[in-house]
């Protein structure tokens, strides 16, 4: 089990945008169902979007992967770093994790959403795109951006 901190955060989607998705389950930011709260009620704690860290990014990048491509972000670098990632393409966008060659499913981006992770030092970011159309994904990265990146073929 990973810690939280490593974990992906979802916010938004193409058929909920301004929603949260937590363990399956969608709430509103502006969740009117039920009576109105009482005046000494609690008020209710609005969705927050996946977790950005201070500051403005160390890169930022309109990727695009090519149809049936990976593109590997970094991979054996003494730090780790943290990303953004914003799917703005029409197509889903599949994100791992590598470390030491083993490769490990993060989360599926749908079109319209964005998602956090924490990678440790020496683990690679892979966006997998094995649609027959281009993947678009806005990518901003805190941390060293001076390291290795490629386009490989989707394996399998």
Not at 16 to 22: A, Q
Not at 99 to 112: S, T
Not at 118 to 137: C, G, I, K, M
Request: hydrophobic share 40%; proline share 11%; aromatic share 8%.
């Amino acid at each position: 089990m990973h810690s939280p901190s490593r974990v992906w955060r979802i916010f938004g989607a193409a058929c909920c945008v301004g929603f949260v998705l937590c363990a399956g389950a969608c709430r509103s930011k502006n969740d009117s169902a039920g009576p109105a709260p009482s005046p000494t009620a609690e008020a209710p704690t609005p969705a927050a979007e996946p977790d950005r860290p201070w500051g403005g990014p160390d890169l930022t990048s309109n990727l695009t992967v090519p149809a049936g491509k990976r593109f590997i972000f970094a991979g054996g670098q003494p730090k780790g770093y943290t990303a953004y990632v914003t799917n703005t393409g029409t197509v889903p966008v599949a994100l791992l994790a590598e470390l030491d060659g083993v490769a490990r499913p993060i989360v599926v981006l749908e079109p319209g959403q964005r998602a956090s992770h924490v990678f440790a030092p020496r683990e690679a970011a892979l966006f997998d795109n094995p649609a027959a159309t281009d993947a678009q994904s806005k990518v901003e990265i805190w941390g060293s951006a001076s390291v290795g990146m490629r386009y490989i073929k989707v394996p399998g």
